[in-house]
Structures are given as C-alpha cells and as structure tokens.
C-alpha cells in the first residue's frame, strides 16, 4: 500500500503571494514538484498569451503544517 501526503502550493508574485493556491495529495515530494513544474509552465503560458511577463513568479510547496519543503521558480520551469 502506498502512502501519499497532501501539498499545498502557494504561488509567490513580485507583490506577494496568494496562500493555498492549489492542494493536492502525491506520493512524493519529487511528483509534487513536478507537478508544480507544470503548473508553472501553464502560467506562463497563459500570461505570456496577455503580454505579461511572470518569470519573476515562484510556485511555493508546503506540507499542511504550511513548512516550506521546496520551491519551483517559474525561470526553473522554462527548462
């Protein structure tokens, strides 16, 4: 039986951050951070597609006591 834990991503903007901006349960961190890859990209697609530039921007990973395992930076995410 696998065990998988919830993360919560928080997306990180030059003005701030937006909590719990996406919750969802894998069964590691490494999936979680692709996950959050792929976030990113969609992104930056869709700011891109309105002029914007949103490589600045930070896809935050948190357990549900909110400690910070890992951070995806949408400049990461390009590649």
């Known amino acids: 039986m ?7 991503f928080n ?3 030059p003005a701030g951050g937006v909590n719990d901006f996406a919750k969802a349960d894998f069964p590691s961190l490494d999936e979680a951070r692709a996950e959050a890859v792929l976030v990113a ?10 002029g914007q530039d949103a490589s600045d921007y930070a896809i935050e990973i948190c357990n549900e006591a ?6 995806v930076t949408f400049r990461q995410a390009r590649y």
């Open 2 to 8: 696998s065990t998988v834990a919830r993360y919560i």
């Open 41 to 50: 990209q969609e992104l930056m697609r869709g700011a891109a597609s309105q």
């Open 66 to 71: 909110r400690r910070t395992l890992s951070v």
């Open 11 to 13: 997306l990180i903007t």
